[in-house]
């Protein structure tokens, strides 16, 4: 385990936190491939009731660190899709781990980040915390995250959101689905608290046989050829004309060509 993450377990609970603030927790395949092993052992461990998704420092999670994007920009179609089939993989643990999960998001969630809230089953925020799905500008389409995200927010701020890459605030991801509570910063730890005293109070079985109910009931199953299709998506379009352009100008801090001169 590097230093990316930290994993402590107290009272039934295990707090998984993103420990690179001074990149915004921006993540790349090895905090990817780390985050995938902590879900899927703290899923499968029966000393753990609830798992808590954290941060440190202002942001909660900025996407793809400017590193990864920088290799990323020069990978064929076959890495592309290699690369995505990876953090798609994260996600669908994330998703369908054992036991329930719970974003404490202290700060702003961009990009992949916001798969990451949305991945889990509940969500609280602060108030001051902006959300921004900023795939567009970069000439890329959030096709991984895609699944989860639609499923948080609904398809028709999906709509919204998904094509104009606008910021939008806490108050607004509370309206819309995306977070379930948005409290002030001092609150934080105690609203997930609440939660997480009625997740470990609760009946083990019930409680994960719930999770798959919804699962189940709710949205259409997560089918390998579902999460196969956006793995392509996004391995396309970062290997076309305008997804290399958009990564190259963001990493170059010029403006896209499709924005003229």
Known sequence: MSNALRIEIQAQVARITLCRPEIRNAFNDEVIAELTAAFLDMGGRDDVRAIVL????????????????????????EEN???????????????????????????????????????????????????????????????????????????????RY????????????????????VVAADALDAKVGELLKALTSASPNAVRACKRLVQDVAERELTGDLIAATVEGIADIRASEEGREGVQSFLQKRKPAWLGA
């Open 81 to 159: 899709l290699a690369d995505a089939a990876k953090l798609a993989e994260m996600l669908r643990v994330m998703y369908a781990c054992p036991k329930p999960t719970v974003a404490a998001v202290q700060g702003d969630v961009y990009a992949g980040g916001m798969g990451l809230v949305a991945a889990c089953d509940m969500a609280v925020s602060v108030d001051s915390a902006n959300f921004c799905l900023s795939e567009v500008k970069l000439g890329l389409i959030p096709a991984t995250i895609s699944l989860y995200v639609i499923r948080a927010m609904g398809a028709r701020a999906a709509h």
């Open 162 to 181: 998904f094509l104009t890459a606008e910021r939008f605030n806490a108050t607004e991801a509370h309206r819309i689905g995306f977070v379930h509570e």
């Open 54 to 77: 954290a941060a440190e420092g202002p942001a909660f999670c900025a996407g793809a660190d400017l590193n990864w994007m920088r290799r990323m920009a020069d990978y064929t179609r």
